[in-house]
Nanobody, 114 residues
Framework: QVQLVESGGGLVQPGGSLRLSCVCVASGMFFRITSMGWYRQARGKQRELVAT???????NYADSVKGRVTISRDNAKNTVYLQMNSLKPEDTAVYYCILGANTWGQGTQVTVSS
């Protein structure tokens, strides 16, 4: 059974940075051959894509975060990261990690406020 455990959320001032982590508690081989991603859901809004990374390391970003966010993965640690810089109040949301097409983490809250 695959389980995703996210961490790294919190309260940060506008312009600040956070790094989210998502550990995949599953077989290492499975993680290495599977795409990963981060989505977010703000209160009252639909869940939206933030970034994805393929098994080969190819990345894709939402236009709203391009240039401010970097997704990366460490296959040796079964972990995917989301480095977020120059954070804005509109980045406030619950951030979810996804493995493949339909395995979700529990979410971690990011709040950007002064």
């Amino acid at each position: 059974q695959v389980q995703l455990v996210e961490s790294g959320g919190g309260l940060v001032q506008p312009g600040g940075s956070l790094r989210l982590s998502c550990v995949c508690v599953a077989s290492g081989m499975f993680f290495r051959i599977t795409s990963m991603g981060w989505y977010r859901q703000a209160r009252g809004k639909q869940r939206e894509l933030v970034a994805t990374i393929s098994s080969s390391g190819s990345t894709n970003y939402a236009d709203s975060v391009k240039g401010r966010v970097t997704i990366s993965r460490d296959n040796a640690k079964n972990t995917v990261y989301l480095q977020m810089n120059s954070l804005k109040p509109e980045d406030t949301a619950v951030y979810y990690c996804i493995l493949g097409a339909n395995t979700w983490g529990q979410g971690t809250q990011v709040t950007v406020s002064s």
